[in-house]
């Protein structure tokens, strides 16, 4: 079940820069506003063309909105999410974080196994307001996967 609207975040521990910047998303976000959005994986298409650059594209007006912290989520090793990070222009941006385990997608309750696709469980695509440590407002694709729901100008309607 995805955690519930008022729901404190998750105290799973993610990798930012390397594999010994671990960290909790309460450190991340602190008592900051910001979006915390998953994606099922680091360069796989819907998430390298379209979810990944609306952040980018709205970058300014999520900004304008108040939002101080922006951070991707993704089951991928900490390497993966840097090279993606540069590869994107999310570097100095976006916080890219690595759910090495899954467990930050198990506790938000958007886990989903798509081993035969991409070797192990993943993160359902979905994209969060964080106010204060807590769920603000929470958006989950309904087939997983698709970006009907989580892009930025999604997100944009519940700042």
Known sequence: MVIAVGSPLPNTEVLETSPDDKKTLADVFGKKTGVLFGVPGAFTPTCNQTHLPSYLQQYDELKAKGVEVIA???????????AWGKATGAEGKI????????????????????TPVLG?????????????????????EPDNVGASCTLAKDILKHL
């Open 120 to 140: 192990n469980v993943r993160s359902k695509r979905f994209a969060a307001v964080i106010k204060d440590g807590k769920i603000a407002a929470i958006e989950v």
């Open 72 to 82: 991707c989520l993704a089951v991928n090793d900490s390497f993966v999410m840097q």
């Open 95 to 114: 916080r890219m974080l690595a759910d090495i385990k899954a467990d930050t997608a198990k506790a938000l309750g958007v886990d989903f196994d798509v």
